[in-house]
């Protein structure tokens, strides 16, 4: 950043100018190298936001306290309200020359200037519930929220066509009432305008003066492929409207994803916790695993443990933006048979019967680490 000039040098006043003074430097000077008075003239274009830089700061007791005491770095603004400070990025935009022109020749706007600055409208959360096959596959969803849009009538500004707002008789104009609290002088911005300085006497009708509807529309979104719980999709632009020629805010959108009846994930892995009997377990059997396209074929081998999990590649979730997709991770639950006939239970007797105990490698080993602690 630019070194900057110091304020009363921009201004050509001495430290000891009185407010009045200052505001007359300034409207002097400001109308000399206006904008409007020098087209595609960056110097004057430059000298100009210097200029009301300076007036900005020093016009404002405050402002110009804190500038005497700390500078151009000093602490900035605190009471917070606002809490630009010196930042006068805002201006240079086509919204900011109404304002200036005001403050110029309509004279005396002072500390409704930044109130009055451009302003990003408001972002708008909405909340979307989605399936987990829409997350996983991707979706285009419509809903409709609530959203204040300007009003077309008035064009914000509130007034009934044809006529002005007036000078708010409160703070003068100015937006701000200044209170005596101890020895500061706190200004807070003026509650009969709202810190806009302007009153609407005329309302216009469509708005009843607010400047702005609220208004019912819907929104398109693409949900990508992968979302997952709680990730947000911002439709930039979509939110509230900006203030003063501010850009407008985004409409934020958390995704809820529901729970699925057979599947849970993690991340992009899908994950599937899946029943086969004990005989499939015992035995090895080619099983039909669900997937979220269908079902896969799987051969689950002889001997298959309870809590084996087995892998099956590409058929998770993709990650958001990528077509590359993560696995399905199926846990087997061996079920063992309830509520079985006594033919059923014979056979399984005699099939004890013919065991040896080599069967069942878990229980052997087990049997073996109990004998060893009583030998
Ligand atoms: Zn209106
Ligand atoms: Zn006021």
């Given amino acids: 950043m630019a070194t900057k000039r110091d304020y009363y040098e921009v201004l050509g006043v001495p430290k000891t100018a009185s407010t009045e003074d200052i505001k007359k430097a300034y409207r002097k000077l400001a109308k000399e190298c206006h904008p409007d008075l020098h087209p595609n003239d960056k110097d004057a274009e430059a000298r100009f936001k210097e200029l009301n830089e300076a007036n900005e700061v020093l016009s404002d007791p405050d402002k110009r306290a804190r500038y005497d005491q700390y500078g151009m770095d000093g602490p900035q603004n605190p009471f917070g309200a606002g809490g630009a400070g010196f930042d006068f990025s805002g201006f240079g935009g086509m919204g900011g020359m109404g304002d200036i022109l005001d403050q110029l020749f309509g004279g005396g706007m002072g500390g409704a200037q930044r109130r009055n600055a451009p302003r990003a409208g408001e972002d708008i959360q909405y909340e979307l519930k989605i399936s987990f096959e829409e997350a996983a596959k991707g979706c285009e969803k419509s809903f409709d929220f609530m959203r204040d849009e300007i009003c077309e009538v008035c064009h914000g500004s509130g007034a009934k066509p044809g006529t002005q707002p007036k000078t708010c008789p409160t703070c003068k104009g100015t937006g701000q009432v200044r209170m005596q609290g101890g020895f500061m002088t706190i200004a807070r911005p003026c509650t009969t305008c709202g810190g806009t300085g302007k009153i609407v006497t005329d309302k216009c009708e469509s708005c009843g003066g607010a400047g702005v509807k609220r208004l019912r529309r819907t929104a398109r979104v693409p949900i990508p492929a992968g979302i997952d719980n709680g990730n947000p ?20 959108i958390f995704i809820t994803v529901r729970p699925h009846k057979l599947f849970k994930r993690n991340g992009t892995t899908l994950l599937l916790d899946m029943p086969i009997s004990f005989t499939q377990a015992a035995l090895g059997a080619d099983i039909d695993v669900p997937t979220l396209n269908g079902t896969v074929k799987y051969h689950i081998p002889e001997g298959t443990q309870s809590g084996t999990e087995f892998r099956i590649r590409g058929q998770g979730l993709p990650r958001v933006g990528s077509s590359l997709k993560g696995d399905l991770l199926v846990t087997v639950k061996v079920e063992v048979p309830k509520r079985m006939s006594d033919k059923q239970k014979d056979l399984l007797r005699q099939f004890d019967a013919i065991s040896t105990g080599r069967e069942y490698e878990g229980s052997k080993s087990f049997l073996d680490k109990v004998k060893s602690l009583f030998n």
């Fill in 233 to 252: 999709v911002v439709l930039r632009g979509k939110g509230g409207p900006g203030i003063n020629g501010g850009p407008a805010g985004d409409l934020i």
